[in-house]
């Protein structure tokens, strides 16, 4: 297995093949792969989208390595762009989800691997799709704590966390919910359902945090019903306001380096392979 790693910054699999990446002063981006041993070993593709420009690149990636003589290509693409808008919620938007996924399936890739999507839209959507779960990664994250439970911060989250407090031997499970105008984004109604959670440790979980939105107005409501230490963990933290406000509620926040490479002092990156994989 050889290995093309698009993001400088995540080489999760050892050495990559050599390349050059640049973009067009037409905006379009391009690259240029070096020569190298065997082209009849199977090579992996990784990349961390961070806009439509990666995916170009992923593509012209694709298609260098198959007039190189390729046969076998394989992606691993441990956050999946788009994977929240899985549905369409007001008449003129696209289902973003399925146009990537077209996208993908298009190159012909032989499996494709993606961690903790939002929902299970995305693996429906791809072909020769294998999802990694997030139980290694919470597991990781918990560690021996004793007397806690798990936060599902909505209704979205709730078979997914189920099927999470089964493998972590039956943990107590919390439910709350919010509620979102799909038209503003605006978050309000957030309702933790229990009456006293008397001191114990919660551990809210999710696949993404971007703003951060939902997360501080569960703290608030947890806090509210007596609940001891709070912590976060999320999959693919994208973080897009920054740190510093749940870092104010939160006693610790986990995440991958699925999306990103981030530092913080309240944050706790786990490595996808090296530490987990």
Do not use: W
Request: glycine fraction near 8%.
């Amino acid at each position: 297995m050889k290995y093309l790693h698009l993001d400088s910054n995540f080489q999760p699999f050892g050495k990559s093949i050599d390349f050059q990446a640049f973009t067009f002063n037409g905006g379009e981006p391009h690259l240029k792969i070096m020569p190298f041993n065997d082209p009849s070993e199977t090579v992996m593709i990784t990349v961390r989208p961070k806009d439509f420009n990666d995916i170009g690149l992923l593509l012209l990636a694709a298609d260098a390595l198959k007039r190189m003589d390729v046969a076998t290509l394989e992606l691993f693409i441990p956050y999946f762009p788009a994977a929240r808008q899985d549905r369409v919620m007001v008449p003129g938007e696209p289902l973003s989800v399925k146009v990537y996924a077209e996208l993908i399936n298009q190159v012909g890739f032989s499996k494709v691997t993606v961690f903790d999507p939002h929902s299970e839209v995305t693996g429906a959507l791809l072909d020769r799709v294998v999802i990694l779960n997030n139980h290694d990664f919470v597991k990781k994250c918990i560690g021996s704590a004793k007397d806690y439970c798990l936060i599902a911060p909505d209704g979205g989250a709730l078979k997914k966390i189920y099927k999470l407090s089964q493998s972590l031997g039956g943990v107590p499970v919390v439910e709350a919910s919010k509620q979102r105008d799909v038209k503003t984004g605006k978050l309000t109604g957030f309702t933790v359902y229990t009456d006293d959670l008397k001191g114990q440790s919660c551990y809210v979980v999710d696949d993404i945090c971007d703003g951060g939105g939902t997360f501080l107005g569960l703290a608030e409501v947890l806090k509210a019903k007596n609940a001891g230490p709070i912590y976060l963990i999320v999959s693919h933290g994208i973080f897009s306001k920054g740190l510093d406000e749940l870092s104010k509620v939160f006693t610790a926040i986990y995440t991958t380096d699925a999306f990103s490479t981030i530092t913080h002092p309240r944050l706790q990156q786990v490595q996808l392979f090296g530490e987990l994989y």
